[in-house]
């Protein structure tokens, strides 16, 4: 099994671009969330997803937007980005019922 | 509201023996603890649930106050694997995992030789 992977690992933009960060795991898992990470900061919350088709916010949303068609993807997207989202981006996941959550790799994001 | 930790770094020697300490201002139902090592991705080490229920990883312990909303991880005779960024995260609500977390800023751990 490969886990939660997350692609592509780095990612350099200009302001105003758009992308999305792919987040796929192969565990089942019906939760599935997005947190960035900023020094010092710890982890936030962005999105999550306990189910396909269904997404909510964390603490961190703006600026992001998700959608969960299927189990095994979730990806995250900037619509325009802002040099205040360069950060690191994990994605997680777990079962119903587990407080045990698995982590990406992570993507880092640069935006200038 | 995000949960306090300290202390923010410490630097140990291998064998020695460390606490990391995490506080919330708020009730909680749970504590969970994650190591991260540079570079790499949050891993579970274990959780805390209200009413004294433990489930422990490796040789590292920890205790819940529920009164106090305060949570310790004792890392006792450290191993050099033992160095990392070690977060806490609350849980107001039953049935979190890291989606339904505050976590703290993390305490880096360093461990010599």
């Known amino acids: 099994n490969a886990g939660v992977t997350q692609t592509p690992k780095f990612q350099v933009l200009k302001t105003g671009q758009s992308m999305t960060l792919q987040c796929a795991q192969d565990?089942?898992?019906?939760?599935m969330s997005w947190y960035r990470q900023d020094p010092g900061m710890g982890l936030r919350l962005i999105h999550y997803?306990?189910?396909?088709?269904?997404?909510d916010q964390g603490e961190v949303p703006n600026g992001y937007n998700v959608s969960r068609s299927t189990t095994e993807d979730f990806p995250l997207r900037l619509l325009s980005a802002a040099p205040s989202q360069t950060s690191v981006y994990f994605c997680?996941?777990?079962?119903?019922?587990?407080?045990?959550?698995?982590f990406g790799s992570g993507t880092q994001l640069s935006v200038l | 509201q995000q949960p306090v930790q300290s202390p923010q770094a410490v630097i140990l020697r291998e064998g020695e023996d460390a606490v990391i300490n995490c506080s919330s201002s708020?009730?909680?139902?749970?504590v969970h603890w994650y190591r991260q090592k540079h570079g790499e991705a949050p891993v579970f080490l274990m959780i805390?649930?209200?009413?004294?229920e433990q489930k422990g990883h490796e040789k590292i312990s920890a205790s819940f106050n529920e009164k106090k909303q305060q949570s310790s991880l004792y890392l006792t005779a450290s191993q050099l694997s033992y160095s990392g960024t070690y977060f806490c995260?609350?849980?107001?609500?039953?049935?979190?995992?890291?989606?339904?977390?505050?976590f703290g800023k993390g305490t880096h751990l360093i461990i010599q030789p």
């Open positions: 997680a996941s777990r079962n119903r019922g587990s407080e045990n959550s698995f």
């Open positions: 565990m089942n898992h019906e939760y």
């Open positions: 997803s306990v189910g396909a088709g269904i997404t």
């Open positions: 708020k009730a909680l139902y749970s």
């Open positions: 805390l649930l209200k009413g004294g």
């Open positions: 995260g609350t849980d107001m609500y039953s049935g979190g995992g890291a989606d339904g977390l505050t």
